[in-house]
């Protein structure tokens, strides 16, 4: 039955509840920033970041108690999206809403309204681990926005590519780097941004980037978050 998963679990859980559409699939969609200087040919353009998309996910459920089920199912924020179709993958969605039609007492038709936030993450990546200077290497076709946990304590720095981060530890500190959530934790799971000393928070970009541990850094675990546009 084909079916898809919802923060790992299928629809198909659901009884009475029968999926019957999964809406568009589309890549990544950049906004740009535009510059048209007079005397120029044509316009230049930045990517300044991506768009997220709205995709309408389409039931058919046996009672109205499955309507409500179906639409529980879905609710949320930053919630993981797998489809069927496209293996070995994973999205990220906000919930938007939902809409049914009765057709008879037995007979709904659900449409449920996502929006699917930028990028197709790779499913099944393993952590990364280094307790000494090393490499990580971006098998994905666009940047990402990693979570790296950092062991030590002292006044320090993390550096991934070109990018350092200055820090001031105590035993453990979590870097969250995903836009919208970009946040430090200390060592008990406390916001607690004034660990950040300086520097960005990191985007690890496509192919190999060198790792330096700073003095008083014993190990750091990334959750890598590889991706690609399409």
């Not at 659900?110 to 290497?137: C, E, M, W």
């Not at 001031?168 to 979590?174: A, E, F, G, M, Y």
């Amino acid at each position: 039955m084909q079916s898809l998963k919802v923060d790992g679990i299928s629809t198909s859980t659901i009884a009475g509840c029968i999926l019957t559409q999964l809406g568009e699939d589309r890549a990544s969609s950049p906004r740009f920033n535009e510059e048209t200087v007079f005397g120029m040919n044509g316009t230049n353009r930045s990517i300044e970041a991506y768009n997220e998309y709205e995709r309408e996910i389409g039931f058919h459920c046996d009672s109205f108690e499955s309507v409500k089920k179906i639409i529980d199912f879905f609710k949320g924020n930053n919630k993981r999206l797998e489809l069927w179709h496209i293996p070995n993958s994973h999205y990220l969605f906000d919930y938007k809403g939902g809409s049914w039609k009765m057709n008879t007492v037995f007979s709904w038709d659900v449409t449920v309204t996502l929006s699917i936030k930028p990028f197709r993450y790779l499913a099944g990546v393993a952590d990364i681990q280094l307790q000494s200077n090393g490499t990580v290497h971006n098998v994905g076709d666009v940047f990402s926005e990693p979570q790296i946990t950092v062991f030590g304590s002292g006044a320090t720095s993390l550096t991934i590519g070109n990018q350092v981060m200055h820090l001031n530890l105590d035993t453990k500190s979590v870097i969250e780097c995903q836009h919208g959530k970009q946040n430090i934790y200390d060592k008990n799971g406390s916001i607690k941004n004034s660990i950040r000393i300086s520097g960005a928070f990191f985007e690890i970009p496509v192919g190999s980037s060198g790792v330096v541990l700073g003095p008083g850094i014993t190990r750091v675990e990334i959750v890598p978050r590889w991706r690609c546009e399409v």
